[in-house]
């Protein structure tokens, strides 16, 4: 895959998503009486507040859930959004690092499995455009999967520069009165950050090395009617 050039930010940056859009990922899981309801998007947080309940109203609408829902819903975003926004001007530190970024999603009939290293510093890099590419590449036609796929990386991403917040605050506090002190950020999985440039120089937000290919290579699967119809009984099984 032909990468991006990245910028540099080997200091403290103020919070925000390690992409070109700065989006909140939403994940929704609500149940009204019974009834349920599970979605993913992302959403901008400069947007106004009062977008969210002309947005769940509209859900609600279009979906034909029950009125119930738009206050279930508009509180769940809600409360998504203002988790984001309380990190917005607290340091970060992205360093030049890559992190390792994992698929295990079944988006209807499709089975996809992946992993790669993205650079975590590359606040140019797109989910969307690497997820339109990876479904050209391999050959997928259901539209809903690239999106599906895009919303993963972004929720990984959010989850690591939400671990560097914290770990930027703790470092700050434990090394009160020293300057230069090296951050080491710590990925999803809990390993230490790479050095992007010491592997691979100043190249793409995604890396997937020849001889790694094997380790790193994607699977995709379409699943049967019968296949798909066990693992969603498996699924409502492990969540009651």
């Given amino acids: 895959m032909k990468g991006q050039a ?3 930010y080997k ?14 990922p939403i994940r929704l899981d609500l149940d ?9 998007f992302t959403w901008n947080p400069s947007d106004p507040d009062s977008e969210i309940v002309v947005f769940a109203r509209r859900t609600a609408k279009d979906l034909k859930l029950p009125p119930g829902f738009i206050t279930v819903m508009a509180s769940a975003i809600q409360s998504q959004i203002a988790d984001f926004r309380s990190l ?33 510093n ?5 989910p969307e455009e690497f997820a339109k590419t990876f479904c050209a590449d391999l050959g997928i036609q259901d539209p809903e ?3 599906a796929i895009a919303f993963s990386i972004r929720e ?30 710590v990925s999803k999985a809990g390993s230490t950050g790479l050095d992007l440039v010491k592997l691979f120089g100043h190249k793409s937000s995604v890396v997937r090395k020849r001889k790694e290919w094997d380790v790193y290579e994607p699977i995709v699967d379409l699943l049967s009617s019968e296949e798909v119809d066990a693992l969603q009984a498996k699924e409502e099984r492990l969540t009651r």
């Fill in 6 to 8: 990245s910028s540099s």
């Fill in 11 to 24: 200091g403290a940056v103020k919070f925000r998503m390690p992409t070109a859009q700065n989006l909140v």
């Fill in 32 to 40: 009204v009486d019974g009834q349920k309801f599970k979605d993913t």
């Fill in 88 to 120: 917005e001007g607290q340091d970060m530190y992205p360093g030049e690092r890559i992190v390792p970024i994992k698929l295990d999603l079944r988006v209807n009939h499709t089975l996809i499995r992946d992993q790669f290293l993205w650079d975590l």
């Fill in 122 to 126: 590359n606040f140019e890099s797109d």
């Fill in 145 to 147: 999967v690239g999106p």
């Fill in 156 to 185: 990984q991403l959010y989850e690591i520069a939400v671990q560097s917040v914290a770990s930027a605050r703790e470092n700050r506090i434990s090394k009160k009165g020293r300057r230069g002190a090296e951050y080491t950020p």
